[in-house]
């Protein structure tokens, strides 16, 4: 089987196509698109839809509809949270993804599934509550960093609902995970992928960075190219 680069829009899966436009078989699944690559290299490009539930159940369609792949990964554009050496336009990879927002909020505190003991699945007698190791992360940065001039940062992520847009939030969830960036797809990902057995990679192009909201200073098109020069850097490796 092929790799399967997941993506939630078609704005994050356009750079993969340039040059590859006569390359590609589109199939429609239910309102998710399917770009399945007739030539070498051989991959196909998932397009979910924005969110948790568009991107788990449209890779689970994907699966029973073609197969499981040997690989997925999600690629696009993230929020990082600030530190002195990430950047906008730089690229990140995951090496462990949470979700950061599905819990019980109190007065004074965010309360994890994990805080509450109530595991998502259980695998092999192992549950799994909101954290999903990605063992790989580690050495898909490394092979990145030898193949790209590009800047490029392994650690954490956060899923999320709510995307972290006010200095409080920012505050609690900094504190709390420690994260490198947010998503609001890759831990659903990574949860089928678990689930499935199927090896999963995150790569994605840093936007802009969470905290009080200002889109006008977003710069979603230098991220998107250095996350797709990177996903195809990693695919020719």
Not at 175 to 187: D, H, I, K, T, Y
Request: glycine residues 6%.
């Amino acid at each position: 089987m092929t790799p399967l680069i997941v993506c939630a829009t078609l704005l994050e899966a356009r750079s993969l196509f340039l040059g590859f436009e006569t390359d590609f078989a589109r199939d429609n699944l239910e309102s998710a698109l399917v770009y399945r690559r007739t030539n070498p290299p051989f991959f196909s490009v998932l397009i979910t839809g924005i969110g948790k539930t568009n991107s788990a159940l449209f890779l689970e369609k994907y699966i029973h509809t073609y197969g499981c792949p040997e690989q997925v990964i999600n690629t696009g554009i993230a929020g990082a949270y600030p530190n002195d050496t990430v950047k906008i336009g730089d690229v990140a990879v995951a090496d462990e993804e949470i979700y950061a927002d599905e819990g019980v909020q109190t007065e004074d505190r965010f309360l994890t599934i994990a805080d509450l003991g109530f595991p998502l699945f259980l695998k092999k007698d192992k549950p799994y509550f909101d954290t999903f190791p990605i063992p790989e992360g580690r050495t898909v940065q490394e092979k990145l960093s030898a193949q790209t001039d590009l800047p490029v940062h392994c650690g954490r992520f956060v899923t999320v609902s709510s995307c972290t847009s006010s200095s409080e939030l920012y505050r609690q969830r900094n504190r709390q995970f420690q994260p490198l960036c947010e998503s609001m797809e890759g831990a659903a990902l990574c949860h089928v992928c678990t689930v499935n057995d199927i090896m999963f990679t995150e790569i994605r192009g840093i936007s802009n960075f969470v905290g009080p909201y200002d889109k006008k200073n977003w710069q979603i098109e230098p991220a998107l190219v250095a996350a797709t020069s990177a996903v195809l850097d990693y695919l020719e490796a």
